[in-house]
């Protein structure tokens, strides 16, 4: 980050974004710190907020660092400032409404990052209309004995599945060990309607390939085999945001989208360093190629009945 004051207010967009401990390290195996944090979320917004514009999202905050505790904050905290916008989503529960943030704009990212908000976890719908996700995600999770290469032969495996059924779909690496699978919709639809599509082909394959995938969320029936987590396409559940920086290691890797070939590539090589991205060279990267995921946008696509 360009030389700042370790705290200072920040003047963006014509609202003053208060600034603090712009040197503590958030990850002390790279030494990369809050500052750095902030000033990547700076240098990404351009490509992250189409991706996040009015999409109700889940906070996870280290205001310790990465190996600090960690909070998942849905209600909007009350030291933030009058000017971030929210939208109420009702509790399963009962009770008052969760004011959750929207990240619609440079000043509310920047607030969110110095506040500790590491990971950005948005959901797959956009408020007003908080039943109709826009895509289905399919969350391939390595166990125990398998890694981002195996999650990459099970992603062709589903993507083979999704076009017999006239669908297309878009990876991108998770910033952690595994890859998550995009399916865009952008049509009416219903929670109450992507789930079991989504369940029903996890389960599927896990049929056809019961010595690499697994469908059931036990984890003691995932050691050697990918889990297709599809029960993330709930109203309840959110998941990480396109280039959201990930804490799940001593290294700051970006969840950021790749393209088939460059899965294909990986595998032939056996060489999975290629998926992982540091801030640097995932920003490197978005001025070479620019936005991979702009299509999980735009493409409009109809379920088929199973």
């Excluded at 990240?103 to 209309?129: G, M, Q, R, V, Y």
Aim: net charge positive; hydrophobic share 40%.
């Amino acid at each position: 980050m360009a030389t700042r004051q370790a705290s200072a207010p920040l003047e963006v967009e014509g609202r003053t974004v208060p600034l603090s401990n712009l040197d503590k390290i958030f990850y002390p195996e790279s030494g990369f710190t809050k500052g750095q944090v902030i000033d990547y979320y700076i240098r990404v917004s351009q490509f992250l907020l189409p991706h996040f514009l009015n999409r109700p999202v889940t906070l996870k905050r280290f205001p310790n660092g990465i190996h600090g505790q960690v909070f998942y904050e849905k209600q909007i905290p009350r030291f933030a400032p009058d000017w971030i916008e929210t939208f109420a989503v009702p509790r399963r529960t009962g009770g008052p409404d969760i004011q959750y943030v929207l990240i619609n704009d440079l000043p509310t990212l920047i607030w969110c990052a110095n506040s500790a908000s590491i990971e950005l976890h948005p959901f797959l719908h956009c408020a007003p209309k908080i039943q109709r996700p826009t895509s289905i995600v399919f969350d391939l999770d390595p166990g125990e004995g398998t890694d981002i290469l195996t999650c990459s032969e099970v992603a062709f495996i589903l993507k083979d599945v999704l076009a017999r059924l006239g669908l297309e779909c878009f990876p991108k690496v998770s910033g952690s060990k595994g890859l998550q699978i995009y399916l865009p919709l952008n049509t009416p639809v219903s929670y109450e309607t992507v789930q079991p599509f989504a369940h029903t082909v996890a389960t599927l394959l896990a049929k056809e390939y019961p010595d690499r995938i697994v469908a059931e969320m036990a984890k003691s029936r995932r050691a050697n085999k990918i889990f297709i987590d599809w029960s993330q396409n709930s109203d309840f559940k959110t998941t990480v945001g396109v280039y959201s920086l990930r804490a799940k290691s001593g290294q700051p890797f970006v969840s950021l989208p790749v393209t088939w070939d460059e899965l294909s590539r990986a595998l032939k090589t056996r060489k999975k360093d290629g998926l992982y991205f540091g801030p640097e060279a995932a920003l490197k990267r978005l001025r070479k190629v620019g936005d991979l995921f702009a299509p999980v946008l735009s493409t409009r696509q109809k379920l088929p009945k199973l």
